[in-house]
């Protein structure tokens, strides 16, 4: 079965700062991953996602991410920290090879992430 | 392009009742996935349609059920509402099958907030 992790509740980052947001994973076979946002009373904002290719993929907002396949993370970055990134963050995992139907995408439990002004 | 919209945004039931909610997937998707969101369970798969029919669904009571219509839009349906249904409910859609083997990007409403007294 996939799972994914996001080991911090909580990130507190001061403003200016580099943020990192962790993600780990387990998946059978190659992993399709994404990074979603949520602002208060708001759904979910796409990020970036993670198929194939270059390990380093750039997203919305000046975010983005890297896989490591060898320590199975999707850790999230951004060079300068700002105010308005302070949001919920989620990673989530789909498992590229698993019986047709079935799988899903799952999601981590979320990191709040806060930027001090 | 709109996005995701979902109607009603804040819905009050009491036990017993039953509720259903919409959702309007972005133009030409026809895949609509439904999310239920609590601070205790996190983000959990309720069930996706695509092209009128269910494909996947996930590990929730009877109670719970969903249809999408020809033109894609999709209601979910909760019978016999219990405490524990209180949740944000997060539709998504996507181009293609959000399951399987689709690398298709899930685009996001905004929720709906559900009370249950």
């Known amino acids: 079965a996939q799972s994914v992790a996001q080991p911090e509740d909580q990130v507190n980052v001061a403003e200016g700062n580099p943020l990192t947001v962790k993600c780990t994973y387990s998946?059978?076979?190659?992993?399709?991953l994404f990074w979603y946002v949520q602002y208060p009373n708001r759904g979910l904002q796409f990020l970036l996602k993670?198929?194939?290719?270059?390990?380093l993929v750039k997203g919305s907002y000046g975010f983005e991410a890297e896989f490591n396949k060898s320590q199975t993370s999707f850790h999230l970055k951004k060079p300068s920290a700002l105010v308005s990134d302070s949001a919920l963050y989620f990673c989530a995992v789909r498992d590229m090879i698993s019986n047709f139907g079935n799988e899903k995408l799952t999601f981590g439990t979320g990191t709040r992430l806060t930027i001090i002004p | 392009k709109a996005g995701v919209t979902q109607t009603p945004r804040y819905l009050i039931k009491t036990r017993g009742q039953q509720v259903t909610l919409s959702c309007s997937p972005i133009s030409g998707h026809r895949s609509v996935s439904w999310y239920q969101q609590t601070p205790g369970q996190g983000l959990q798969f309720l069930f996706e349609y695509f092209s009128e029919t269910q494909r996947n669904k996930g590990n929730f009571p009877g109670r719970f059920s969903g249809r999408q219509f020809s033109n894609s839009r999709s209601e979910m349906n909760v019978s016999t509402l219990e405490l524990g249904d209180s949740a944000l409910y997060l539709c998504a859609s996507s181009l293609l099958p959000a399951t399987g083997t689709s690398t298709d990007t899930q685009y996001f409403g905004p929720g709906t907030r559900l009370t249950v007294l």
């Open positions: 998946v059978s076979g190659n992993p399709y």
């Open positions: 993670y198929i194939t290719g270059d390990n």
